[in-house]
Nanobody
């Protein structure tokens, strides 16, 4: 069973930056693709970003493209989300996800494994 543990959430002012990290453990087949979702109060969970094992391909939602960057360190089995130019509407619980298929994350929005989530609050 893949386990995902997020860290790095917190309170930040609008326009600021924040780095989220997610450490994975368990079978590596379950972390071929990794990414992030988020859920704001009163909203459905939404896709944020995803990255393949080779790091050659990344995907972003329109709402974060150009402001957020997803990356990974396979030696550490860790995925990162560098968030910049933060807005109040980025306030949400951010979830790390993984799957053996990038399509399950980036297109079907149905990854097999989920972390517990980390709160990001952007103050205006």
């Amino acid at each position: 069973q893949v386990q995902l543990v997020e860290s790095g959430g917190g309170l930040v002012q609008a326009g600021g930056s924040l780095l989220l990290s997610c450490a994975a453990s368990g079978p590596t087949f379950g972390t071929t693709a990794m990414g992030w979702f988020r859920q704001a109060p009163g909203h459905e969970r939404e896709f944020v970003a995803a990255i393949t094992w080779s790091q050659e391909t990344t995907y972003y939602s329109d709402s974060v493209r150009g402001r957020f960057t997803v990356s990974r360190d396979n030696a550490k089995t860790t995925v990162y989300l560098q968030m910049g130019s933060l807005k109040s509407e980025d306030t949400a619980v951010y979830y790390c996800v993984s799957d053996n298929s990038i399509s399950q994350i980036a297109h079907d929005h149905a990854p097999a494994y989920w972390g517990q989530g980390t709160q990001v609050t952007v103050s205006s």
